[in-house]
């Protein structure tokens, strides 16, 4: 009998978005299929039975989650794991563990100080530092000897076998498993229909944001073909929409290009969403991708000052800013534009100016997040040098929540004020709203967007 292997997106009081080591309390109780554990299936498939429980997406509590375990009776579990609420994963964890259970766990919460962190939490049998790589099946077939990304106990203690990370290297993935991730409660709010799906098809990003902990991940991508399959396992299933995880969508120009092509290719006709950065959208490019089925585009613009901008290394300026939102214009492209409030420099004339630049590049979304000193990023480091934070901090929310950090010039209240100004002077324009109304194409959007505009409206 192949060995029992269950994947776990662990129950919470919130709707909790944990995966790519990132975790958050969902703003409008948005979930995707958490990308983590997809991406484990294909390769756990080939060799052990492998189960599914997201007690997120299906509302399962503590209790009948723990009987729904207890009834499969896995030997491994693995599990997902988040900053934001470490404090009702843990106990969880704690109580699924027996003798000849074994339990493993990835989430951003594990990212630093790892070694340390499995002392403390003596029924975590280990941690996985890359969810692409093929470390965790040579872990539970015991071929230690092969572990390049994992931190794990062995019979001698502790050992951290992690190298240094690869980039800009080409791999293939056995096609994760989408069958066994068909909650109806996943929602998206940028995909026009209910029926999507998350892909993946490069890890981790090149660029180096310091506030940003996929800038510590290494790059690698997969081969098109590669990608190619999983969409037409997801055809077949009836999928309409994709979401596109990657951090940053087009990295590779040649290579975007080619994927693109093959879409059309095949016919697939999916809608798509994607996130991207300004500075690689060029007009060959966003066409390319329109005619492949894009219709939205996820930009991290942070912020309007640009010295805010230099000081985290995003690599670009206003001007681009601006171009590339021009550019989707042109090609009928939504755009969502996400900014941070509250980074350390942030004064009340940088965030009303910043208030001022989203309205100026007429993005289609914007969304608000608060800065947040991620864990083993380089903008963490600071915040504990400089005193804006304990070095012990391991409860965060990224999703804003709560603010963990004043700035140089505000309080916390004052960056929360700033927050709800911002929601307000950008959603709450009547001209906006009629543009909004204008561009609803299905009923499926117009009851996201309603429901998405009252969530904005709870927060004020
Ligand atoms: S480009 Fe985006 S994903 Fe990449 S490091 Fe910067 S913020 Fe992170």
């Not at 081969?223 to 979401?243: A, D, Q, S």
């Not at 940088?350 to 289609?364: G, N, P, Y």
């Not at 700033?418 to 324009?429: D, G, S």
Request: hydrophobic share 40%; glycine share 4%.
């Amino acid at each position: 009998m192949n060995k029992k292997v269950l994947l776990l997106n662990p129950p919470g009081r919130n709707v909790y978005v944990r995966d790519y080591y990132c975790s958050k309390t969902s703003k409008s109780n948005y979930l995707f299929q958490p990308i983590d554990l997809l991406m484990l299936t294909g390769r756990l498939a080939l060799r052990f039975e492998v189960d599914f429980i997201d007690a997120i997406a299906d509302r399962i509590d503590e209790d009948k989650c723990f009987n729904l375990i207890d009834a499969l009776s896995p030997e491994v579990i693995i599990s997902l794991i988040g900053a934001v609420s470490s404090k009702e994963d843990l106990p969880f964890l704690e109580r699924l563990k027996k003798e000849k259970r074994c339990i493993v766990v990835s989430g951003d919460v594990t990212l630093e100080n790892t070694k340390e962190w499995l002392i403390d939490h003596p029924f975590i049998d280990a941690v996985i530092m890359d969810f692409t790589s093929e470390d965790v099946i040579y872990y539970l077939e015991g071929e230690d000897e092969v572990i390049t990304n994992m931190v794990y106990r062995t019979k001698e203690g502790i050992k951290d076998a992690r190298c240094l990370r690869s980039e800009n290297e080409e791999f293939v993935l056995p096609i994760p498993k989408h069958e066994l991730f068909n909650s109806k409660n996943y929602r998206f709010p940028f995909v026009r229909h209910k029926n999507f799906s998350t892909v993946l098809t490069d890890y981790g990003c090149p660029f180096k944001c310091s506030f940003c902990v996929m800038s510590t991940l290494g790059y690698r991508y997969r081969k098109v073909e590669n990608v190619i399959e999983e969409l037409k396992l997801l055809k077949k299933l009836g999928k309409k929409e994709i979401f596109f995880l990657d951090q940053t969508f087009g990295i590779n120009k040649k290579r975007t290009i080619e994927l693109c092509h093959r879409i059309k290719e095949e016919r697939f006709y999916f809608g798509w969403v994607c996130y991207s950065r300004v500075d690689i959208i060029s007009d060959e490019l966003i066409k390319e991708m329109k005619e492949a089925g894009c219709h939205t585009i996820i930009f991290g613009v942070e912020s309007s000052s640009e010295e805010i901008l230099r000081k985290y290394q995003k690599g670009y300026n206003k001007t681009q800013i601006e171009k590339t939102f021009g550019l989707c214009k042109k090609y009928n492209i939504r755009t969502v534009a996400t900014f941070i409030l509250g980074l350390p420099e942030e004064t009340h004339e940088t965030a009303m100016e910043t208030i001022e630049f989203l309205k100026k590049i007429e993005c289609d979304f914007a969304s608000f997040n608060i800065a947040v000193p991620r864990m083993n990023t380089p903008f963490r480091r600071e915040a504990i040098e400089r005193g804006f934070i304990a070095s012990d901090l391991e409860v965060l929310d990224q999703g804003g929540s709560f603010i963990a950090m004043s700035t140089n010039h505000l309080t916390i209240a004052q960056v929360e004020e700033l927050k709800k100004r911002a929601i307000k002077e950008f959603y709450l324009r009547p001209s906006y709203l009629w543009k909004r109304l204008k561009a609803i194409s299905s009923f499926y959007e117009f009851k996201e967007q309603v429901y998405e505009g009252l969530v904005l409206l709870r927060c004020l």
